[in-house]
């Protein structure tokens, strides 16, 4: 018995030694959790947190690093409750949506289920896209009046003759379209959020969502300083990220891509949202932006082949579009970004994959984009003014800065929008970019052999040919996943000296090469 007695007090004591030693080693080898504004990387300010320079290394103080610890986990507990008081406090956003979605659903289906055959003159989709309520199109005849859904809407008060087949007159739903706005440390977010309140058209269809990382205090008080007007959320790790010693310059990109996971998470799932429109902390807005979103939410519904629509032209400068032509919309295979719409199906089939740096050229990626494509303005609805960023001034100086913003308004829930679902955009498209005249890049550059407005057609046959032609047009050259910015079956459109142009590939194209990028 005493022998047994001994037996499990040796065993006691030799796990009491071991585990205070397994504490040690631990505490002792732990790496520190780096701070910001140390140049990013893994394990930034770890010489001044461990004592080491000049070739000698300091005493650890076990006792002050454990109540650094405890310290760190009193702060994270507070974080927490923070972000649970804000859940709190928005439990009436849910509320109201829930009551929005069994409308909103109802709607989708007779959207779904109005069908318009197409009258007699279409409108072309590089053309102005003219209302199908135009004068030409109008007889006062006893004909059945067509009452159809906002973005496709046809005016109630006027009788058409049109090859119509109707099963449902689809009612006008008031589903709720929230902003999220993606914040870090500008206070020049005053800026867009000032025009953003400035034009939304209701509060109640419309919250905005400002979601703050790196917990910059003089941000988040400008932020805080508009009320209920908006809903302020913060990302709760501000901690850095372990990244490859070559990828420590861009540890602000690896943040913001963990920004945007936890912010459209938020949306999606904890306020229930069914859709978002995201901007940054450094676009301005334009007067019908709201318009163009609502009007366009009921294309991306019912087409499967779009994944987003963006209010942005990445060859939106002055010079390039037509102003007389406010209303002109495309597709594109290229991912825009900058001011986008999102569906929560199409977030829930990214956000089990989603990267951990770099998002936008991974949205860009086939396997992402599977041959979906995004609508796109020919004005932009959006600008940046943010030079100052992580990409520290990539393209703003040379292009970003001089893009346009549509400053009138369209309204384009009064107007058809159906020429933009694939069937019909496509064969359209086709047939006007190859329909124009074939001519030489320097015939434009001369422009003394070309008669009228266009459209002309360029054509490029290679990687090379493409840059070459981009540039000397204006237009921006650079590729992603072969795709070029703005591309639509590998064709930019744009005006050159006030004459449209297309820069296409040879007749036939199939698809894009990834080894152009």
Same mark, same amino acid.
């Given at each position: 018995?005493?022998?047994?007695?001994?037996?499990?007090?040796?065993?006691?004591?030799?796990?009491?030694?071991?585990?205070?030693?397994l504490l040690l080693l631990y505490l002792w080898g732990r790496p520190p959790i780096g701070r910001l504004g140390d140049?990013?990387?893994?394990?930034?300010?770890?010489?001044?947190?461990?004592?080491?320079?000049?070739?000698?290394?300091?005493?650890?103080?076990?006792?002050?690093?454990?109540?650094?610890?405890?310290?760190?986990?009193?702060?994270?507990?507070?974080?927490?409750?923070?972000?649970?008081?804000?859940?709190e406090s928005h439990r009436a956003l849910w509320a109201r949506q829930k009551d929005v979605e069994k409308r909103q659903t109802d709607y989708i289906k007779e959207v779904k289920e109005v069908v318009v055959?197409?009258?007699?003159?279409?409108?072309?989709?590089?053309?102005?896209?003219?209302?199908?309520?135009?004068?030409?199109?109008?007889?006062?005849?006893?004909?059945?009046?067509?009452?159809?859904?906002?973005?496709?809407?046809?005016?109630?008060?006027?009788?058409?003759?049109?090859?119509?087949?109707?099963?449902?007159?689809?009612?006008?739903?008031?589903?709720?379209?929230?902003?999220?706005?993606?914040?870090?440390?500008?206070?020049?977010?005053?800026?867009?959020?000032?025009?953003?309140?400035?034009?939304?058209?209701?509060?109640?269809?419309?919250?905005?969502?400002?979601?703050?990382?790196?917990?910059?205090?003089?941000?988040?008080?400008?932020?805080?300083?508009?009320?209920?007007?908006?809903?302020?959320?913060?990302?709760?790790?501000?901690?850095?990220?372990?990244?490859?010693?070559?990828?420590?310059?861009?540890?602000?990109?690896?943040?913001?891509?963990?920004?945007?996971?936890?912010?459209?998470?938020?949306?999606?799932?904890?306020?229930?949202?069914?859709?978002?429109?995201?901007?940054?902390?450094?676009?301005?807005?334009?007067?019908?932006?709201?318009?163009?979103?609502?009007?366009?939410?009921?294309?991306?519904?019912?087409?499967?082949?779009?994944?987003?629509?963006?209010?942005?032209?990445?060859?939106?400068?002055?010079?390039?579009?037509?102003?007389?032509?406010?209303?002109?919309?495309?597709?594109?295979? !290229?991912?825009?970004?900058?001011?986008?719409? @999102? +569906? #929560? %199906?199409?977030? =829930? /089939?990214?956000?089990? &994959?989603?990267?951990?740096?770099?998002?936008?050229?991974?949205?860009?990626?086939?396997?992402?984009?599977?041959?979906?494509?995004?609508?796109?303005?020919?004005?932009?609805?959006?600008?940046?003014?943010?030079?100052?960023?992580?990409?520290?001034?990539?393209?703003?100086?040379?292009?970003?800065?001089?893009?346009?913003?549509?400053?009138?308004?369209?309204? !384009?829930?009064?107007?058809?929008?159906?020429? @933009? +679902? #694939? %069937?019909?955009? =496509? /064969?359209?498209?086709? &047939?006007?970019?190859?329909?124009?005249?074939?001519?030489?890049?320097?015939?434009?550059?001369?422009?003394?052999?070309?008669?009228?407005?266009?459209?002309?057609?360029?054509?490029?046959?290679?990687?090379?040919?493409?840059?070459?032609?981009?540039?000397?047009?204006?237009?921006?050259?650079?590729?992603?996943?072969?795709?070029?910015?703005?591309?639509?079956?590998?064709?930019?459109?744009?005006?050159?000296?006030?004459?449209?142009?297309?820069?296409?590939?040879?007749?036939?194209?199939?698809?894009?090469?990834?080894?152009?990028?």
């Amino acid at each position: 018995m005493v022998r047994k007695k001994g037996s499990l007090i040796l065993c006691g004591a030799f796990l009491f030694v071991a585990w205070n030693a397994l504490l040690l080693l631990y505490l002792w080898g732990r790496p520190p959790i780096g701070r910001l504004g140390d140049g990013g990387g893994a394990e930034p300010g770890w010489k001044e947190e461990w004592g080491v320079g000049k070739g000698k290394v300091g005493r650890v103080n076990l006792a002050g690093e454990v109540i650094r610890l405890a310290e760190e986990v009193e702060i994270q507990l507070e974080t927490q409750k923070k972000l649970l008081k804000q859940i709190e406090s928005h439990r009436a956003l849910w509320a109201r949506q829930k009551d929005v979605e069994k409308r909103q659903t109802d709607y989708i289906k007779e959207v779904k289920e109005v069908v318009v055959q197409e009258p007699t003159k279409t409108p072309g989709p590089l053309k102005n896209d003219v209302d199908v309520r135009d004068q030409t199109d109008v007889k006062h005849t006893k004909k059945p009046v067509l009452t159809v859904a906002p973005g496709l809407k046809l005016d109630e008060s006027r009788e058409i003759t049109m090859n119509t087949k109707v099963t449902a007159s689809a009612p006008s739903p008031e589903f709720v379209i929230p902003i999220l706005v993606i914040a870090c440390d500008r206070v020049t977010i005053k800026r867009s959020l000032d025009r953003l309140i400035q034009y939304r058209p209701s509060p109640d269809l419309y919250p905005i969502i400002v979601s703050q990382d790196c917990g910059h205090a003089e941000t988040a008080r400008v932020i805080g300083s508009y009320g209920d007007q908006v809903t302020h959320i913060s990302q709760p790790d501000l901690s850095d990220i372990r990244v490859k010693p070559e990828h420590r310059k861009f540890q602000g990109y690896y943040k913001i891509a963990r920004h945007y996971r936890w912010a459209l998470n938020q949306v999606f799932n904890t306020f229930s949202q069914s859709t978002v429109v995201i901007v940054e902390d450094d676009l301005e807005v334009a007067p019908d932006f709201f318009e163009y979103f609502r009007a366009l939410y009921p294309i991306l519904r019912s087409d499967p082949t779009l994944w987003c629509v963006s209010a942005w032209n990445d060859n939106g400068r002055d010079a390039l579009v037509d102003p007389s032509k406010a209303e002109l919309l495309y597709r594109t295979d !290229f991912f825009p970004g900058l001011g986008w719409m @999102l +569906l #929560k %199906e199409m977030w =829930d /089939e990214l956000e089990p &994959k989603w990267p951990s740096a770099f998002w936008d050229d991974w949205m860009r990626q086939p396997e992402q984009r599977k041959g979906r494509s995004c609508i796109r303005p020919e004005i932009s609805r959006t600008i940046t003014f943010g030079r100052k960023g992580v990409s520290l001034g990539q393209f703003f100086d040379q292009y970003l800065r001089y893009i346009k913003l549509n400053t009138e308004f369209v309204p !384009f829930k009064k107007r058809d929008l159906s020429y @933009l +679902l #694939k %069937e019909k955009y =496509d /064969e359209m498209f086709v &047939k006007e970019v190859y329909s124009a005249t074939l001519v030489k890049i320097e015939d434009l550059q001369q422009g003394g052999s070309l008669r009228g407005p266009g459209p002309y057609r360029v054509q490029y046959s290679s990687r090379d040919s493409f840059k070459v032609f981009a540039r000397n047009l204006g237009v921006m050259d650079d590729l992603k996943s072969g795709v070029p910015r703005t591309g639509y079956r590998g064709v930019v459109s744009f005006l050159h000296r006030g004459r449209r142009v297309f820069l296409a590939p040879p007749e036939g194209w199939t698809q894009y090469d990834i080894s152009w990028s």
